[in-house]
């Protein structure tokens, strides 16, 4: 946990001076980063919530490489489209080869050589990987870096009105994942970009270091996401026109006259904003010049229909230190800490005061509780300075003052409040918590 005291230079936003001082990342080359445990930590649990929301929703997780063949983007008419963002290689047998910037080739050619039938519909396939982007100038970490962590997922219908009930689940799926994680994400009509179609939706978290600026209905903040008890197979269309009947744009989408039309002047919301995931339906874009088709009830050839929808994993562990930090570092929502504790004993060396931090550690292990432990010989306003760095929920002050009291002290890192309690009462706040 290589903490940092000063600012580092190279670093012009929050989330990038942050993960840098509290030890999350470092800089392997130009937009490529090593994560250190604690970040690593961080990047799991996001990757996990991701993953259940996926499934809850009816996805089924795969695994695809990183390397695909140039032959089917040039199958599908991508190769040369999409621009020098993408990393072309030969491997040493002069054949062309790419680092996949993301897999819309690759699942149709996956599928079509393994599906047939109109029975094996629908299907949505996904996967968490690394992909790579040949940004020409990355910046803000991992915010806009070359190499990053993404869950793209890949629906495969029978017709248009299918697809579209698994766009929607999927537009489900990724409010609720974003709240889990304490963020307010607000869904936007969107451009498609190099991935093509008819439908897309950003989901756009507001900050004041965001790439671009969004426009929306202020009530759509107030939204919340629909409950555990949402059912996935039922009609989702209110759920949809609850989220998408209101104004919301990103820069490229925005019309100012309907803006103003629409939105009367004391609800009109203008932030800069952090996409944290894109969600597309592209009917047969892909399936058609690649020929993915199934066989149809009677005996005719269908092609599918297609939609896709990413999650910037890694780009999430900046966005939400964006989203939650103050001026002595990160505040981390408990969903996605680390450590849900830290242990702060005060007096390392003292047997008394180490005695009851053991004790106290062994306790939150067997409760499931995780738990950073600092018993370095720092002083105790240096290891105050670094809890408040990481930003772990909550913090555990055992000192000999206090126990000669029988009193422990348990701070909320958010509230900033502490309270004076006996050992046993801290740890059933935090067993709760």
């Known amino acids: 946990?290589?903490?940092?005291?000063d600012d580092p230079k190279e670093a012009e936003i929050v989330s990038h001076r942050l993960m840098l001082r509290a030890g999350l990342i470092r800089q392997s080359s130009a937009g490529i980063y090593s994560w250190?445990?604690?970040?690593?930590?961080?990047?799991?649990?996001?990757?996990?919530?991701?993953?259940?929301?996926?499934?809850?929703?009816?996805a089924i997780e795969m695994l695809m490489p990183t390397i695909?063949?140039?032959?089917?983007?040039?199958?599908?008419g991508r190769y040369d489209d999409y621009g020098e963002e993408m990393l072309r290689i030969s491997d040493r047998h002069e054949r062309d080869m790419l680092y996949g910037p993301t897999n819309e080739e690759l699942i149709t050619e996956i599928f079509r050589n393994e599906v047939h039938s109109y029975r094996d519909l629908p299907r949505n396939l996904y996967h968490i990987q690394w992909k790579f982007r040949d940004e020409i100038r990355p910046r803000f970490g991992v915010m806009r870096g070359r190499e990053f962590l993404m869950k793209d997922a890949y629906s495969f219908d029978l017709t248009a009105e299918d697809a579209k009930r698994s766009y929607n689940k999927m537009f489900v799926a990724y409010l609720r994942t974003f709240e889990r994680m304490g963020l307010k994400s607000i869904p936007m009509a969107a451009d498609t970009g190099p991935i093509g179609g008819d439908l897309s939706h950003e989901f756009i978290i507001l900050a004041e270091t965001g790439e671009s600026e969004v426009f929306c209905h202020a009530d759509l903040v107030e939204l919340t996401a629909p409950g555990d008890d949402v059912d996935f197979e039922s009609d989702l269309t209110a759920i949809m026109e609850q989220w998408t009947s209101k104004y919301a744009a990103t820069d490229e989408k925005h019309d100012a006259a309907r803006f103003e039309k629409e939105v009367a002047a004391e609800k009109r919301?203008?932030?800069?904003?952090?996409?944290?995931?894109?969600?597309?339906?592209?009917?047969?874009?892909?399936?058609?010049?690649?020929?993915?088709?199934?066989?149809?009830?009677?005996?005719?050839?269908?092609?599918?229909?297609?939609?896709s929808y990413g999650i910037g994993v890694s780009r999430l562990v900046a966005a939400i230190?964006?989203?939650s930090h103050d001026d002595?570092?990160?505040i981390w929502p408990a969903s996605v800490a680390p450590y849900l504790v830290g242990l702060i004993n005060?007096?390392?060396?003292d047997a008394e005061t180490d005695a009851a931090c053991e004790e106290l550690y062994g306790k939150l292990k067997q409760a499931g509780i995780e738990v950073l432990y600092d018993d370095t010989d720092e002083r105790a306003g240096a290891k105050f300075a670094a809890m408040d760095l990481i930003g772990l929920p909550w913090q555990l002050i055992v000192g000999p003052k206090g126990l000669k009291q029988g009193e422990i002290e348990l701070k909320d890192?958010?509230?900033?409040?502490?309270?004076?309690?006996?050992?046993?009462?801290?740890l059933q706040r935090l067993i709760g918590a």
């Open 413 to 426: 890192r958010r509230s900033g409040d502490r309270e004076s309690l006996k050992p046993d009462a801290a």
């Open 346 to 349: 005060l007096k390392t060396g």
């Open 36 to 58: 250190l445990p604690m970040g690593f930590r961080v990047l799991q649990k996001i990757e996990q919530i991701v993953r259940e929301e996926q499934d809850r929703a009816g």
């Open 321 to 323: 230190i964006e989203a």
């Open 328 to 330: 002595a570092g990160i």
């Open 269 to 307: 919301l203008s932030a800069r904003g952090i996409e944290v995931g894109h969600i597309f339906f592209f009917g047969t874009k892909y399936t058609e010049p690649m020929k993915c088709q199934v066989q149809g009830k009677e005996g005719e050839l269908i092609t599918v229909q297609c939609g």
């Open 1 to 5: 946990m290589p903490i940092l005291r």
């Open 68 to 76: 695909q063949s140039a032959d089917l983007w040039r199958e599908s």
